[in-house]
């Protein structure tokens, strides 16, 4: 039986602006067939076990005939495979949509067309640039520059297309600026009409170059403007000085790493989208339920004491999350505790517990174990029974200081941080080309799971490939084990909590912004 193809616009490449039924259908393929222009953070919404295929073109060279993409599609469904062709921008814009589709229709294969959000509006407007205007454009074209200027002869009637709207757009025309620029000033439009390209729109790559039509070719070839861009012709793109709000945000233009596990990225991720960088997850870790005997053992024995603890220290969120899992598969009950002082390192710890009815003892000091001991310095008194909930990696600093002290220390190992699953060659490919700006590291283990993932990958050495790259880390002992590592670490978190770490990024972003705008001074 033919399963099924759906032909998806994936956005511009911001992975956000893909719609709601391109996200949704991504997730139930069998297969993915993508292009260079869709986002690689949308391959990751992927099932397990789904095939991803990229087809992507590129102006020196293509990876596979529009041909060869229209039967692949064709041989796929009939396997009886759920597939989505996922292209860049709207797949009715420019995308050969109606190729594919028309063979898809031939096969009796059913299919549906997912609209996208075209880059021909939204990278305009991420420049601030609305290709419309009440008082400047009431009428957009939208044309295709990605032709030899034959063919572009050929396919666009000049005389009609230069004064036939406000506003122009031509897609993928960088290469062509000069000769597109030189038509349009021929056939009647002024060689002072104001031009913009904006290059690789909605991404932290995104670069804006503009110019006049008399002028524009020559700050191409001067900057070395690369595509893919979009091309902008009208008196809006003179908005751009008054409305250039993505390049006004603190991370803009910034590929930030986040390598914390899946499960605990979200607050990091989305900080870092709502401060206009781009996040690329990559977890490297993953916390699960105690694999050995004696740990679960452990684990048991404590819970069914829980009555003679005088203390309980939290140290972190893991922490907090599978003791109450240990405790609800146990079917022991929170009350059990009701003599002993609880006690949680930071915030974020403070409001797991919270979530969990318990109106925990804060440390305010460092949000580490030294910051623990430190705070309750002068109420440890020898004898008393401490419970220390912790993962197989935790530090044996804390347990060791109090045993020192005379206090009974129960450990109990109630989760295990493993090496996370799976590899990304698309990672590979941002590393190698300087596509990742700072890599952020929330654990230790974070740290040394990153690179053993990079050595898996087949990367012999990771140092020489993460030169150049910020070191972001958010407390002492995270930046010891990079540094030990060989890593360098230029970012340290002033206090251990995701908006010290956002801060510190920040603080990044405006220095690299005052460099290079006394550069382009001095220049």
Same mark, same amino acid.
């Given at each position: 039986?033919?399963?099924?193809?759906?032909?998806?616009?994936a956005g *511009?490449g911001d992975?956000r602006? %893909?719609?709601v039924?391109?996200w949704?259908t +991504?997730?139930k393929?069998?297969?993915?067939?993508?292009d260079?222009?869709?986002? *690689?953070?949308?391959?990751?919404?992927?099932?397990?076990?789904a095939?991803?295929?990229?087809?992507?073109k590129r102006?020196?060279?293509h990876?596979?005939?529009q041909?060869e993409?229209?039967?692949?599609l064709?041989?796929?469904a009939?396997e009886?495979k759920v597939?989505?062709r996922?292209?860049g921008?709207? *797949?009715?814009?420019?995308?050969?949509v109606?190729?594919?589709?028309e063979?898809l229709?031939k096969?009796?294969?059913?299919f549906?067309i997912?609209?996208g959000?075209?880059a021909? %509006?939204s990278?305009?407007a991420y420049a601030? !640039?609305?290709?419309?205007?009440?008082?400047?454009a009431?009428?957009i074209? +939208? %044309?295709?520059g990605?032709e030899s200027?034959d063919?572009l002869?050929r396919s666009?009637?000049?005389d009609k297309?230069?004064?036939?709207?406000?506003t122009?757009? #031509?897609?993928?025309?960088?290469?062509k600026?000069?000769?597109i620029?030189?038509?349009?000033?021929?056939?009647g439009?002024?060689?002072?009409?104001?031009?913009?390209?904006?290059?690789w729109?909605t991404?932290a790559?995104?670069?804006? %170059?503009?110019g006049t039509?008399?002028?524009?070719?020559a700050k191409?070839i001067?900057?070395n #403007?690369?595509p893919?861009?979009v091309?902008?012709v009208?008196?809006?793109v003179n908005q751009?000085e008054?409305?250039k /709000?993505?390049?006004?945000?603190?991370?803009f233009g910034?590929r930030i790493?986040?390598?914390?596990?899946r499960?605990?990225?979200?607050?990091?991720?989305?900080?870092?989208?709502?401060?206009?960088?781009?996040p690329y997850?990559f977890?490297v870790?993953?916390?699960?339920?105690?694999?050995s005997e004696?740990?679960?053992?452990?684990v048991?024995?404590?819970l069914q004491v829980l009555?003679?603890?005088d /203390?309980?220290? #939290?140290t972190s969120?893991n922490g907090?999350?599978?003791? #109450?899992?240990h405790?609800?598969?146990e079917?022991?009950?929170?009350?059990?505790?009701?003599?002993?002082?609880i006690?949680?390192?930071?915030?974020s710890?403070a409001?797991a517990l919270?979530k969990?009815g318990?109106? *925990?003892?804060?440390?305010?000091g460092p949000f580490?174990?030294?910051?623990?001991?430190?705070?309750?310095?002068?109420?440890?008194?020898a004898?008393?029974?401490v419970?220390i909930?912790h993962?197989?990696?935790a530090?044996?600093w804390l347990?060791?200081q109090l045993?020192?002290?005379?206090l009974?220390?129960?450990?109990?190992i +109630?989760?295990?941080?493993?090496l996370a699953?799976?590899?990304d060659d698309e990672l590979?490919?941002?590393l190698?080309e300087?596509?990742?700006?700072?890599?952020t590291?929330?654990?230790?283990?974070t740290?040394k799971?990153?690179?053993k993932?990079?050595e898996?990958?087949?990367?012999?050495?990771?140092?020489?490939?993460l030169k150049?790259i910020?070191?972001?880390c958010i407390g002492?002992?995270?930046a010891?084990?990079a540094?030990?590592?060989g890593?360098k670490?230029?970012?340290?978190?002033e206090e251990?909590t995701m908006?010290?770490? !956002?801060?510190?990024?920040c603080?990044?972003?405006?220095?690299d912004?005052?460099e290079h705008a006394s550069?382009?001074?001095?220049q």
């Open positions: 039986m033919a399963g099924k193809v759906f032909l998806v616009g *511009p992975a602006l %893909i719609t039924k391109g949704e +991504i997730g393929a069998d297969a993915v067939v993508y260079r222009l869709a986002s *690689p953070r949308l391959l990751k919404l992927m099932k397990p076990g095939v991803k295929i990229y087809v992507g102006p020196d060279r990876t596979m005939k041909e993409i229209n039967q692949l064709v041989d796929m009939l009886g597939v989505v996922l292209k921008g709207d *797949p009715t814009i420019f995308g050969r109606g190729e594919e589709a063979l229709h096969n009796g294969i059913p549906e997912v609209p959000v075209t021909a %509006i990278v305009p601030g !640039i609305p290709v419309t205007h009440r008082d400047y009431s009428s074209s +939208i %044309i295709t990605h200027p063919k002869d666009i009637h000049w297309v230069t004064n036939a709207t406000g122009l757009v #031509f897609m993928m025309g960088v290469a600026i000069g000769y620029s030189e038509q349009l000033i021929r056939h439009r002024p060689a002072s009409t104001p031009v913009a390209l904006v290059r729109g991404r790559e995104q670069d804006t %170059i503009t039509l008399e002028d524009i070719e191409v001067a900057a #403007f690369q893919p861009a091309i902008v009208g008196d809006v751009r008054h409305l /709000w993505a390049e006004a945000m603190p991370l910034k790493l986040v390598t914390r596990a499960s605990q990225a979200s607050e990091l991720v989305n900080r870092i989208e709502e401060l206009g960088g781009e997850e977890p870790i993953e916390t699960v339920m105690p694999t004696s740990a679960r053992q452990s048991k024995d404590a009555n003679t603890f /203390w309980v220290f #939290f969120v907090v999350e599978f003791f #109450f899992r405790l609800e598969n079917g022991k009950d929170i009350r059990s505790l009701h003599q002993a002082r006690s949680a390192v930071g915030p710890t409001e919270r969990h318990i109106a *925990p003892e804060v440390v305010k580490q174990a030294e910051g623990m001991l430190e705070a309750f310095e002068s109420e440890l008194k004898g008393q029974n419970l909930p993962g197989d990696l530090r044996s347990p060791e045993k020192e002290r005379g009974n220390v129960t450990e109990a +109630i989760y295990d941080t493993i699953g799976e590899d590979l490919k941002l190698e300087g596509g990742i700006h700072a890599v590291f929330t654990s230790s283990s740290v799971n990153f690179l993932m990079l898996r990958m087949g990367v012999q050495n990771p140092l020489p490939l150049g910020e070191v972001a002492p002992v995270t010891q084990t540094e030990a590592a890593l670490v230029t970012m340290m978190a251990a908006t010290s770490l !956002i801060d510190a990024l603080e990044w972003k405006r220095k912004s005052r550069e382009s001074v001095s």
